[in-house]
């Protein structure tokens, strides 16, 4: 912890300052509000002043000019390798020097797969994408995805086999398997435990369930910290047996979320996006679309697209459950005590009931069973089940209630039942709840395997560690959601010395040293012989279609017919009284970029700003204005955190919007072996989880310390300083007024101009993002980064503005209520002007225009003088300080895409609207002779946005999506009354509010 200046602002003066403006208020930052010193200053010192020096400015690029020169001369810019290479003696036919194969293939998280493309250099893997065919993804990726490359190529990845922290081998590890083999069969496996993740692969499935035939005393544990056993709980008390939930959203008009994140978590989060934002995009008839209602603890991105977000305690929301439910006609008794006004209640389920078998109710896995099955039986009761939402069998393998497995490890091992335990790819030694005391308990059995990418917590406690190779090097198969199955095919052979969890389980069996190919494609074929499935007219045929679409068809799960039992749903009200709970919450939650953890030691991910607080580098615990005032708390305060007997320090960061006396912890953070990247980073919220309460719990106490902590948050950086860059109205203002959002700005007229007029001939490249339908979930963010080379950083000079990102997504608050503003997202890249401001002050000619309207950038003609970034408005340009591309990491080289050139210190660097990708399109085209197709042309951020918020392509061809996009009347550009022409446009967002809740929110406020 590190001793740092406190803020001096006060909350009750921001309230006062909101209270006196007039207008739309949108602000970044409480420090913007305050106008904090630390503020000013950053802002004043975004581009300091150059150091002093005798050379004056001509006589220095005079001699750079001359030194660039004799550098072409000597070496082509180009470093040549010290060992002697050999090229291809007899190519692989497919291969093509220079063009990309892409592969069909899943990634597995959670359990459910989402299908993928992975473009593939001569043989590397270096970008992956949506499989555009593929139910789950639909061409769409999110972060975890677009950041998988990075893993792969991870230098600190485990590469060997490992026997009491000692180097040993794969043949060591088969030999005293067998042995213990020979120990099971004579007790038909008694003592023999394996542990895994949730599993949908139906291969290992099959496995699993003959290595249990073999040895029958021998039992298998499921568990995920981020499971879904309330869910599944919930639907058992609704059905009286397990289901998969499926959710339609392109056929709600009113959605309903309780503390549901559903456009950015869950399995199926990709297409619910998709589904959700088809309804609110700018060229919809306003008469289609949706409302959403949100009821959260803490700010999220759903709540951030939400028409009315209403912050309320997790503990809360079973209490909301149940008043909603009753005044939808469900017999309920009414709770003591609402959470808000019940006129505002009345009026969510009046709108509800105007839309029967148009709305639905969908409830975050945080929430009790009980609120779980309430909503099964409100979506009944209002006709939604069949239309919005319906049921299907479960996909999982082996659909337990996980923490219960878990819990019964941990007991069998406390009492000696357990022998052997195998650990397949989780790391329970991290993630399990505090009070299991897994890592003692653990620590009781005779022999200990783990097998995962990373030599990490629990490897580090077990007698072998097997490192496990990546999902792009190994052979298995995976369900969607919604029970299509993928076959997952490498993309590489293993870097290292790994095996895959088939081979692992194949070797139980005795079967040691079986290709993962053999053990999958054995399965399907019986599948086939028994024609389970089907799609050709032999197996080869089969099997050679199903690897290429990346999905086998028809095995998605059919709908099935249930009904609510209300009886044991009435039976639990009455067992369990609406009481409102008392004392201060604590929230648990996964974190937006490392999710449980497993994604520590990614650097990518570890830079990427958090969608709400826009933190880096670590978490934080989260508390809202009025708690932080209460407490006395600022921003970096350190705060211990007490709960049921145990104790965790922590900084703290105020969000406005989070749910008063609630305290929300991100878990992730905090491991001490992720990694050289991910290795004491933040704290370790799982060390206050329990098993009981795994989402929130009553009775925290947090206590103020005396000490400080540097917490880095880029909500700040690259500030435009309040002009109207988001235009927001409500569906009757732009009823009324369909040109508000170009009123708000001001477009000097053509003639105005000191630039001689060019006209475009063919190709004018352009942009338009709808803000309807940019979430800000921070894929496009990340998807540039891997297709574009761009390097981490680390928070230290993140903290002084020099992050490298080409997109940053900013994040404003809007309103006077510090309690609960509106929340809105907008991407910025660079704007591609017309009229460049950084064009006519580089000294150089390193960043010209293109005939096709492109802002370009020539990396070997720029000397560093930054006259370019400091002359943007748009704070878009991003300079190399320091060598901050790893120039020596022989397995990051291979991550990165050759069509892009990776660039030294002290080069300036920004977006390019992927010119490699808008040069391949155009070497395609005059190869067959035509001219470049609307929509050929999908840049990296394009392409990854699960929502399709962003859409790029020629402006000369008025057919195009983009030039409609430029025509719509809501589209605009931000400080376009500099008279900078931007290429990059936005569409103006929209809310669709209930005006019955807003008069009452109105009439709250007077």
């Known amino acids: 912890m590190t001793v740092e200046r406190r803020p001096s602002w006060d909350l009750a003066a921001l309230r006062a300052r909101l209270a006196g403006r007039r207008g739309r208020v949108f602000w970044r930052s409480l420090e913007e509000l305050a106008e904090d010193p630390a503020f000013l200053a950053f802002l004043k010192s975004e581009f300091p002043t150059p150091a002093p020096t005798e050379v004056d400015r001509r006589a220095f690029l005079k001699l750079m000019g001359a030194s660039l020169a004799l550098a072409g001369l000597s070496s082509a810019c180009t470093r040549q390798p010290l060992e002697q290479i050999f090229p291809y003696t007899r190519a692989p036919e497919e291969i093509i020097p220079g063009q990309p194969l892409f592969y069909a293939t899943a990634m597995v998280l959670g359990g459910f797969a989402r299908g993928i493309l992975v473009e593939s250099h001569m043989g590397r893997p270096t970008k992956i994408e949506g499989n555009p065919q593929h139910p789950s993804s639909a061409g769409a990726t999110d972060v975890f995805a677009q950041a998988a490359i990075l893993t792969l190529y991870d230098p600190d990845r485990s590469q060997v086999v490992l026997q009491r922290g000692g180097i040993s081998t794969w043949a060591a590890f088969w030999g005293a398997l067998a042995v213990e083999r020979e120990r099971w069969g004579a007790t038909r496996g008694a003592g023999l435990r ?71 978590s869950g399995p199926d989060h990709l297409r619910w996006a998709r589904e959700f934002i088809a309804r609110r995009r700018a060229e919809t008839e306003v008469a289609e679309w949706n409302r959403l209602y949100v009821f959260e603890s803490t700010p999220s991105l759903t709540g951030a697209m939400a028409d009315h977000r209403f912050p309320m305690r997790a503990s809360q929301i079973e209490l909301l459950a149940r008043a909603l ?101 989780a790391n329970p030694v991290y993630t399990a709840p505090a009070d299991l005391q897994f890592a003692e308990r653990m620590d009781r059995v005779r022999l200990r395997v783990h097998l995962g990418l990373y030599a990490d917590e629990t490897a580090y406690l077990c007698h072998w560690h097997l490192p496990e190779s990546h999902f792009l090097e190994a052979w298995s198969d995976g369900r969607a959601p919604d029970g299509t199955v993928t076959i997952l095919q490498p993309l590489i052979a293993p870097l290292y010395g ?9 070797a139980l069996l005795g079967q040691a040293e079986r290709p993962g190919y053999e053990i999958v494609r054995e399965y ?48 639990e009200l009455a067992r369990r009284p609406a009481r409102a709970s008392e004392g201060m919450e604590i929230v648990f939650r996964p974190d937006p970029t490392v999710w449980d953890g497993r994604f520590a030691n990614n650097g990518w991910l570890q830079e990427l700003p958090k969608p709400l607080t826009k933190l880096t580098w670590d978490n934080a615990a989260l508390v809202s204005p009025a708690m932080a005032e209460r407490l006395g708390l600022q921003n970096g305060d350190v705060v211990e955190i007490r709960y049921r007997d145990r104790r965790v320090l922590a900084p ?31 704290f370790n919220a799982y060390r206050m989880r329990t098993s009981e309460a795994p989402w929130f719990g009553v009775g925290v106490e947090l206590r103020r310390t005396d000490r400080r902590y540097t917490l880095v948050s880029t909500q700040d950086h690259h500030s435009m300083e309040g002009r109207h860059l988001v235009r927001v109205a409500t569906l009757d203002e732009y009823r009324a007024n369909p040109k508000f959002a170009r009123e708000l700005g001001e477009d000097p007229p053509p003639e105005l101009t000191l630039y001689p007029e060019h006209r475009y001939e063919g190709y004018s490249w352009g942009m338009v993002i709808d803000l309807n339908a940019c979430i ?231």
């Open 325 to 425: 439910a009753r005044r939808l006609g469900l017999e309920v008794p009414e709770p003591e005590v609402l959470p808000l006004d019940p006129r505002l209640l009345e009026a969510v389920a009046r709108d509800l009931q105007r839309h029967r078998g148009e709305s639905l109710i969908v409830v975050g896995e945080s929430q009790p069973p009980l609120v779980h099955a309430l909503a099964h039986a409100m979506n009944e009761a209002l006709g939604n089940v069949g239309r919005t939402v319906f049921y299907t069998e479960p996909v999982e393998a082996e659909p337990v209630e996980q923490m219960a497995s878990l819990r019964e490890l941990a007991e069998d091992m406390e009492a000696g039942r357990v022998e052997a335990l195998f650990i397949l790819g």
């Open 652 to 682: 703290v960061w105020i969000l406005p919007g989070q749910a008063p006396e609630t305290v929300t912890v991100h878990l992730g953070y905090g491991r001490w072996r992720a990694g050289r990247v991910g290795s004491h980073i933040g």
């Open 776 to 1006: 800000g979930c921070n894929a496009c963010v990340v998807a540039c980064q891997a297709e574009n080379n761009i390097p981490v950083v680390g928070k230290r000079e993140v903290k002084i503005g020099r992050e490298m990102q080409w997109i940053r997504i900013d994040r404003y608050f809007e309103g006077r209520d510090l309690e609960n503003p509106d929340i809105y997202h907008q991407p910025v890249l660079c704007m591609h002007c017309d009229h460049a401001p950084c064009e006519v002050v580089c000294p150089t000619g390193a960043t010209v225009h293109s005939r096709e309207g492109l802002n370009q950038m020539t990396y070997n003609r720029c000397v560093g003088t930054r006259y370019c970034s400091n002359n943007c408005p748009y704070k878009v340009r991003r300079f190399n300080f320091r060598l901050y591309a790893d120039w020596a990491t022989e397995t990051l080289k291979m991550q990165r895409n050759p069509d892009v050139t990776v660039r030294s210190r002290g080069v300036m660097e920004k977006c390019t609207y992927c010119v490699q990708r808008i040069n391949a399109a155009r070497i395609r085209a005059k190869r067959e002779d035509r001219e470049i197709r609307d929509g050929e042309i999908v840049t990296a951020c394009q392409q990854a946005c699960p929502t399709e918020a962003i859409v790029f392509g020629n402006l000369n061809d008025p057919g195009s999506r983009v030039a409609r996009g430029k025509a719509h009347v809501l589209n605009y550009g931000i400080l376009t009354e500099l008279n900078t022409r931007p290429r990059t446009t936005y569409l103006a967002r929209l809310r669709n509010p209930n005006p019955e809740v807003v008069a009452l929110l109105e009439e709250g406020r007077s």
């Open 524 to 571: 399907w074929r019986r599948q086939f012989d028994a024609g389970r499935v089907g799609g050709g007219a032999d197996f080869e045929t089969f099997w050679r279609t199903v690897v290429h679409d990346g999905l086998i068809p028809g095995t998605s799960l059919p709908p099935l017919s249930v009904s609510v039992r209300w009886e044991a749903i009435a039976a």
């Open 194 to 264: 394996i542990l895994t993740e949730a599993v949908t692969s139906p291969t290992f499935a099959d496995q699993m369930r003959r290595l249990l035939v073999r040895f029958p005393e021998a039992r298998w544990h499921v568990y995920e910290p981020i499971a879904r056993d309330h869910q599944k709980a919930g639907a058992r008390l609704a059905f009286g047996r397990l289901v998969e939930t499926q959710y339609r959203f392109r056929n709600a008009r009113v959605v309903v979320s309780l503390e549901a994140d559903f456009l950015a």
């Open 498 to 506: 790994t095996r895959s969890a088939h081979e692992v389980l194949a």
